[in-house]
């Protein structure tokens, strides 16, 4: 007989062999830029990567506590990298498309907030035009 825990991990198997021809699919279509992280790349997880977040979430979005499937969910970084997150395990969390959306609508305003701030205490250079005297004797 067919244990429940059986069933659910080749249904989860075929999920991740869906998940990954769609993938395929996308990147063909869609070439995405991979670089270094915070120079305006994106950093694409793998399929497996995804799958293990699913598991040790039990399927639950981190922000709603929705439970979804592999496909309804999103994979993020909990710190992003453009704001110095690490690039490991425990900076990665499963979120469901909405709360997905919600979240990175706020960390782009943060990134945008961190980058004026930088500019701001950044030493200046100095002018290459001249002081200009003005007269003020007549």
């Known amino acids: 007989m ?4 059986h069933i659910r991990r ?17 990147r ?16 694409r997880f793998t399929p497996r990567q995804k799958l293990d977040a699913f598991v040790a979430q039990q399927g ?3 922000a709603c506590g929705g439970k ?8 993020d970084h909990r710190v992003p990298l453009a704001l110095g997150g690490p690039e490991t395990v425990g900076n990665r969390e499963l979120r469901c498309v909405a709360c997905h959306r919600t979240k ?11 980058k004026r701030q930088s500019r701001l205490t950044q030493p200046r ?3 290459k035009r001249p002081l200009q005297s003005r007269n003020t004797f007549r």
């Open 2 to 5: 067919t244990s429940p825990t």
């Open 10 to 26: 080749r249904a989860l198997e075929a999920e991740l062999r869906e998940l990954k021809r769609f993938e395929a699919e996308d």
């Open 28 to 43: 063909a279509a869609n070439p995405k830029v991979v670089g270094t992280p915070g120079e305006g790349t994106e950093r």
């Open 60 to 62: 639950r979005c981190v």
């Open 68 to 75: 979804f499937m592999l496909s309804e969910m999103e994979l």
């Open 104 to 114: 990175t609508r706020a960390d782009i305003a943060r990134i945008a907030k961190a």
């Open 125 to 127: 250079e100095p002018s």
